[in-house]
């Protein structure tokens, strides 16, 4: 299973774009990149998955590099109501379900 | 539509007790999956179950035990209860082909 590293926090002000960056150095072929979102004492919530270039939804942005060892999610015109913990993950569905591993997740703190 | 629910949402127990950790989903989904999230952590996968009538070790399994009763109903239990399993459990559900797992509101587990 492929490892993930992300940054442990980051800090915005109300407006701004963040891009939080994840490394996934032994990603396999077969694998997607996944993004979710956890407020405190709640689920993970999904945002984005792709799996190579960029994707676009409604709340965020994927970019993805050509190689895939890495990945940003790009959230536009953060507010208040962001602050959370982002999780990337990768993995690949199968048969035998989507085994994946969560790690730390990246701390995102928007201020006012 | 409820999506993924869990009972009970809070619990303490004493070492060597024993108990089940109830989650159903209402969205027809063909996977299901039990998360432990410790404080600060991220969520690392005990048991999950690809279909009606699978079951499968996660990344944590040990001291846990798990039955797909039906389509809709997946449960955990902990047979004898350890102080290292206090955590905050979270079920999931994944569609058939679908990229994203929905996740219920969390079990809160203090053992004793």
């Known amino acids: 299973l492929a490892k993930t590293t992300q940054p442990i926090s980051m800090d915005s002000y109300e407006g701004q774009e963040v891009n939080i960056t994840c490394s996934h150095n032994n990603i396999a072929t077969n694998d997607y990149i996944t993004w979710y979102q956890q407020f405190p004492s709640q689920g993970p919530r999904f945002i984005i998955q792709?799996?190579?270039t960029k994707v676009t939804n409604e709340v965020a942005s994927l970019f993805i590099p050509a190689d895939r060892k890495s990945s940003t999610l790009s959230l536009p015109r953060v507010s208040l109501s962001d602050t959370a913990v982002y999780y990337c993950l990768v993995g690949a569905w199968n048969t035998g379900g989507f085994k994946t591993i969560f790690g730390a997740g990246t701390r995102l703190f928007v201020k006012a | 539509n409820a999506g993924v629910t869990q009972t009970p949402k809070f619990q303490v127990l004493k070492t060597g007790q024993s108990m089940t950790l109830q989650c159903a989903q209402d969205m027809n989904h063909n996977s299901m999956y039990w998360y432990r999230q410790d404080p600060g952590m991220g969520l690392r996968l005990i048991y999950y179950?690809?279909?009606?009538?699978?079951?499968d070790k996660g990344e944590v399994p040990n001291g846990y035990n798990v039955s797909r009763l039906n389509k809709r109903e997946f449960s955990l239990r902990l047979e004898s209860a350890a102080p290292s399993q206090t955590s905050v459990y979270f079920c999931?559900?994944?569609?058939?082909?679908?990229?994203?797992?929905?996740f219920g509101p969390g079990t809160r587990l203090t053992v004793l």
């Open positions: 999931a559900s994944r569609g058939q082909g679908g990229n994203e797992q929905f």
């Open positions: 179950s690809a279909s009606e009538g699978t079951t």
């Open positions: 792709g799996y190579k």
